[in-house]
Nanobody
Framework: QVQLVESGGGWVQPGGSLRLSCEAS????????WGWYRQAPGKKRELVAG???????KYADFAKGRFTISRDSAKHTVSLEMKSLEPEDTAVYYC??????????WGQGTQVTVSS
């Protein structure tokens, strides 16, 4: 069974940075598109950024210029570097497949809290 384990979240002041990491226990990692998603209280889960099997990345408008997604196929990990964080970025962040691939079972996510 596939497991997605997110880590790296925490509390940070506005303007701060965090680096999230996701380890995917899948037998085949490199063929999939991967994405980071987030869900704030009372809101629907939304895509933050996606990266395809060739390393091409796409970002939600709110993430452009601040977030960077990357992948390491050898380690089966997907990372999200976040800078200039704002209170509106407070949410639980998850990783999962992206593009046309159906979702795996969601992991626990990692909480990101941005406040002063």
């Amino acid at each position: 069974q596939v497991q997605l384990v997110e880590s790296g979240g925490g509390w940070v002041q506005p303007g701060g940075s965090l680096r999230l990491s996701c380890e995917a226990s899948v037998s085949i990692f490199e063929i999939y598109d991967w994405g980071w998603y987030r869900q704030a209280p009372g809101k629907k889960r939304e895509l933050v950024a996606g990266i395809n099997d060739g390393g091409g990345a796409k970002y939600a408008d709110f993430a452009k210029g601040r977030f960077t997604i990357s992948r390491d196929s050898a380690k089966h990990t997907v990372s999200l570097e976040m800078k200039s964080l704002e209170p509106e970025d407070t949410a639980v962040y998850y990783c999962n497949r992206a593009g046309d691939w159906p979702f795996f079972t969601w992991g626990q996510g990692t909480q990101v809290t941005v406040s002063s």
